[in-house]
């Protein structure tokens, strides 16, 4: 059965349904899977409810119903299947659409999975939109919602853009739908909806450039020089987007020359971006990344429910509560970073660690330890420890890394499920991006097998990490 063949098998089940429960993941790619699936199967006349869970795990499967409705677990389930079935869930009572690593428990359910077909740049919200699709060509509208959910889950990042099936299908579709407009050759920046342009081009440092990057008042006379209006009559800083495409142009040429007079590559300066032009100008809704940060907030500040409701169109009470919520987020992760640089990591000879107690919220450390990673030893994974509120005998572990050492044979999901299962925890995500579980007790036994670990993939191939 090839991939497509199992995206209309899992419609067709989800047709023949009386009722379900989808049990989702609460970042944007969870929170987008659902507003996905939950808006095509209501649009199927089939009773829908929802359940988000920080992550499928002991302490959070109770929050799985016992009740006789058909359950769709996205964006997670793949890597838990033993606890599925330790739950005495049956294999045609389930469905389970995912992009994570699968792990075979006793049983072995239904799953649409896009990895085993090689598409490791598709999301669980794409794998889900395909899904929606299947059941319905008029599910096209929800194509805006998988940009998003795929964005949010990083697809665009090393490449530049969405790439692959997530890019000729679903980006095409919410194009024709008018949701969704490309920008070819936009700058490769954070935030250009909301944030005045100088601090746009200071807070991005890939790809670092000197006297911009990390340099606010350095910005500012850079566009200054260039002879850029930044502000309004009024006072008010215009944003990226508001700028002419002339302006924008001067200021891409600027950069870049500047990149070529340093002896840096330029090849990471420009990016495909995703906007959404049936949006308010100048809010956060406006494009794929800011939006998903949107959703991440509410994800991570326990309201998921929150983000679905502003997917499925909520610009009202819900919209209002995930602007409080994303300025909590972002000010947190500030000084999470911040936290980081300066505290400083352990270096051991493969990983480098670092643990912030209980400083810091479980489900955002791995956010942090990927943002910090660009403002450390890049070649080196960083992994993260943090307290976890509901359970002082373990630890959340985050690990972090990026593409050019996973083609020196790191795989950070196989590193992290071995060692966390050796001390009795549990773990899983992908080669870029792994998470666990851990006692607390076993803290640096697990740190140094990782240490071990990562050293056999580098040996594996011969590279070593540096
Ligand atoms: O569970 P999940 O796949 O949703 O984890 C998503 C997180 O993993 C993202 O927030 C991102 O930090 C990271 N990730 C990444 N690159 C990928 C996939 C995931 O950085 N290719
Ligand atoms: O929590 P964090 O953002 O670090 O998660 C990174 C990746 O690891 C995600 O894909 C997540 O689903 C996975 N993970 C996991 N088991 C855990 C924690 C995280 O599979 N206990």
């Not at 666990?436 to 594996?460: D, H, W, Y």
């Amino acid at each position: 059965m090839g991939f497509s063949d199992e995206v209309k098998a899992a419609s067709e089940q989800i047709a023949a349904a009386h009722e379900i429960t989808i049990i989702s993941h609460i970042d944007a790619d969870g929170i987008s899977c659902e507003a996905i699936l939950s808006q095509a199967i209501a649009r199927q006349g089939i009773p829908v409810r929802s359940v988000f869970v920080r992550q499928l795990e002991p302490l959070t499967m109770p929050q799985v119903p016992d009740d006789s409705s058909f359950k769709i677990f996205t964006d997670l389930g793949a890597g838990q299947q033993n606890l599925l079935a330790a739950k005495g869930l049956k294999e045609k009572d389930v469905l389970i659409v995912d992009h994570h690593v699968s792990q075979p428990g006793e049983i072995t359910y239904p799953q649409v999975n896009c990895l085993p077909y090689g598409y490791t740049k598709m999301s669980a919200a794409g794998v889900s939109y395909l899904i929606a699709k299947a059941l319905d060509e008029a599910n096209i509208d929800l194509a805006k919602l998988a940009v998003i959910g795929n964005v949010g889950d990083m697809m665009a990042r090393e490449t530049c853009g969405l790439v692959g099936p997530v890019r000729e299908q679903i980006v095409e579709d919410g194009v024709r739908h008018r949701s969704v407009k490309v920008c070819k050759k936009d700058l490769n920046c954070y935030g250009t909806a909301t944030r005045p342009v100088h601090l746009s081009l200071a807070y991005n440092d890939d790809p670092f450039i000197k006297g911009i990057s990390n340099n606010p008042d350095g910005a500012k006379q850079f566009l200054k020089k260039l002879g850029i209006v930044q502000q309004t009559s009024d006072g008010r800083w215009y944003v990226w987007e508001e700028l002419s495409d002339d302006d924008r142009r001067q200021i891409i040429s600027a950069l870049a020359q500047q990149l070529i007079a340093n002896g840096e590559s330029v090849d990471r300066l420009l990016a495909e971006t995703y906007r959404f032009p049936d949006e308010i100008p100048r809010t956060p809704l406006r494009n794929a990344q800011e939006y998903a940060t949107v959703l991440n907030a509410c994800g991570r500040w326990t309201k998921p429910a929150v983000g679905s409701a502003i997917l499925k169109g909520d610009r009202g009470q819900a919209y209002r509560e995930a602007e409080h919520m994303l300025g909590n987020h972002r000010a947190i992760i500030r000084d999470l970073l911040q936290y980081i640089i300066e505290t400083g990591v352990t270096e051991l000879e493969h990983v480098q660690y670092i643990d912030v107690g209980g400083k810091y919220p479980d489900t955002i450390v791995g956010i942090g330890a990927g943002m910090a990673l660009s403002k450390l030893n890049a070649n080196k994974p960083i992994l993260i420890l943090c307290e976890v509120p509901e359970d002082k005998n373990l630890l959340k572990v985050s690990m972090r890394t990026n593409e050019r050492v996973i083609a020196r044979g790191v795989d950070l999901q196989q590193a992290v499920s071995e060692a966390s299962s050796e001390y009795g925890g549990s773990g899983g995500g992908h080669k870029i991006a792994a998470g666990a579980f851990i006692p607390k007790t076993a803290e640096q036994e697990f740190v140094n097998r990782v240490n071990r670990i990562l050293g056999e993939q580098f040996a594996r191939t011969g590279a070593g990490n540096r």
